[in-house]
């Protein structure tokens, strides 16, 4: 973040960083889908979307927006971040969380690389996430 701040300041412009922090409980999660030939569907994975005003087109154009995912102990985790888990079985996968942005929304996303997002949604507990937008003037 502070390569992209020195980087955006630069030039002489200043810069400001405005800073949003969310809560995502367990059922504010969705499920992107296809349908498949055999009409059953496949989840691709879980997102959750939110309203962020600060994330305009002259930010997506022009400045930096930077998602963090909170651990348990209060630390900040750069989006993309991978947790690694093991399954019933014993057999290991990881969860991978992302971000996408639009012009006033963020939204976060959950991928499971077994492909099982739903029983790993099942078991999911509130996570905690960090937005920084940095936007020149």
Do not use: H
Request: proline share 4%; glycine share 4%.
């Amino acid at each position: 973040m502070l390569a992209a701040f020195v980087m955006l300041t630069g030039c002489g412009e200043k810069a400001r960083v405005i800073t949003s922090y969310y809560t995502v409980n367990p059922n504010q999660w969705e499920y992107a889908t296809t349908l498949n030939a055999d009409r059953t569907y496949t989840v691709n994975y879980a997102y959750s979307a939110w309203e962020n005003i600060d994330i305009d087109d002259e930010v997506i154009m022009n400045g930096v927006v930077m998602a963090y995912y909170i651990d348990n102990d209060g630390r900040d985790n750069i989006l993309p971040y991978t947790l690694y888990f093991l399954d019933d079985n014993g057999i290991p996968y990881q969860e991978r969380i992302e971000y996408d942005i639009e012009p006033g929304r963020i939204t976060f996303k959950i991928k499971d690389t077994d492909f099982n997002t739903p029983v790993s949604m099942a078991n999911i507990s509130t996570m905690k996430f960090k937005v920084s937008v940095i936007r020149n003037f």
